[in-house]
T-cell receptor, first 117, second 113 residues
Framework: DQQVKQNSPSLSVQEGRISILNCDYT??????FLWYKKYPAEGPTFLIS?????DKNEDGRFTVFLNKSAKHLSLHIVPSQPGDSAVYFC????????????????FGSGTQLTVLP | SQTIHQWPATLVQPVGSPLSLECTVE??????LYWYRQAAGRGLQLLFY??????ISSEVPQNLSASRPQDRQFILSSKKLLLSDSGFYLC????????????FGEGSRLTVL
């Protein structure tokens, strides 16, 4: 059972336009959400995160929105640049206070973003 | 600054052969360490994590094992590889048990033939 789903395996966007990547989750114990960016043959790099006490977090061109009632989050990239072309992973985690262990991330399957010049 | 390295970067092994992937972290103490696998067309799957020397938690039953002989060293092993073990293996670390911000290594591409 996939607890974190990224239903769009790929997305193409024109340079300068907005990229919107979506992610849905099923586990109501998740309270922390992250986006990672991955280039081929490299490890993922952390991009932006959001706690369940917020509904929006912004960092430069990147904004993450969280809709807890819908169990949905999205990453907006504005304006999109060719260098943003990569695979984007959504990840979610329950509080370690609930699991009694180190925070563990559950990742989605990723969305390949291609920004066209 | 902290760095994480894993090796080898690429490995081609026959079915039934052993495996050893090594990961080391520099510039920090007592990190939480993780092994993830990315199979073709799939997301990152957590295989093992460790909060300290000799402490290993396994997330999925499998043909692999992990060990942490030193504070900043994490090893992924197998006695006999299966075809299904092929994939991209990623080591990661975090400092806090409460943070989800993981720092990943460069990854190791394993192909089992």
């Amino acid at each position: 059972d996939q607890q974190v789903k990224q239903n769009s395996p790929s997305l193409s966007v024109q340079e300068g336009r907005i990229s919107i990547l979506n992610c849905d989750y099923t586990n109501s114990m998740f309270d922390y959400f992250l986006w990672y960016k991955k280039y081929p043959a490299e490890g993922p790099t952390f991009l932006i995160s959001i706690s369940s006490i917020k509904d929006k977090n912004e960092d430069g061109r990147f904004t993450v929105f969280l809709n807890k009632s819908a169990k949905h989050l999205s990453l907006h990239i504005v304006p999109s640049q060719p260098g943003d072309s990569a695979v984007y992973f959504c990840a979610a985690s329950p509080s370690p206070r609930r699991t009694g262990s180190a925070r563990q991330l559950t990742f989605g399957s990723g969305t390949q973003l291609t920004v066209l010049p | 600054s902290q760095t994480i390295h894993q090796w080898p970067a690429t490995l081609v092994q026959p079915v039934g052969s052993p495996l050893s992937l090594e990961c080391t972290v520099e510039g920090t103490s007592n990190p939480n360490l993780y092994w993830y696998r990315q199979a073709a067309g799939r997301g990152l799957q957590l295989l093992f994590y460790s909060v300290g020397i000799g402490q290993i938690s396994s997330e999925v039953p499998q043909n692999l094992s992990a060990s942490r002989p030193q504070d900043r060293q994490f090893i992924l092993s197998s006695k006999k590889l299966l075809l299904s073990d092929s994939g991209f293996y990623l080591c990661a670390w975090s400092l806090w048990v409460d943070t989800g911000e993981l720092f990943f290594g460069e990854g190791s591409r394993l192909t089992v033939l």
